[in-house]
């Protein structure tokens, strides 16, 4: 499994932005993808993910403001944030767990700033 996250940017407090997640490799194997951010000096964590079902569950200081959603017909995983805050500035990571294991994508920066 591959995964290829794109859509990083420069927004401004209250902006949106929609990071894109392009899967490819044995997709027929994966039953969740995820997105995290890493921000200076933090570990790792999760945003938001969504199961082979479509079951969606996200991290509490995004919830109401983000969505994550897919295009099963285009293999992608979209993150659409809005009501950004400074504080969402962060490497954004889109994750695949399947039945061999799990993989990363490359991160995709975003900054929220005025």
């Known amino acids: 499994v591959q995964l290829q996250a794109s859509g990083g940017g420069l927004a401004q407090p209250g902006g949106s932005l929609r990071l894109s997640c392009a899967v490819s490799g044995s997709i027929f194997s994966i039953y969740a993808v995820g997105w995290y951010r890493q921000a200076p000096g933090n570990q790792r964590e999760l945003v938001a993910g969504i199961t082979r079902s479509g079951t969606a569950n996200y991290a509490g200081s995004v919830k109401g403001r983000f969505t994550i959603s897919r295009n099963n017909a285009k293999d992608m995983v979209y993150l659409q944030m809005d009501s950004l805050k400074p504080d969402d500035t962060a490497v954004y990571y889109c994750?695949?767990?399947?039945?061999?294991?799990?993989?990363w994508g490359q991160g995709t920066l975003v900054t929220v700033s005025s």
């Open positions: 994750n695949a767990d399947y039945n061999y294991g799990s993989a």
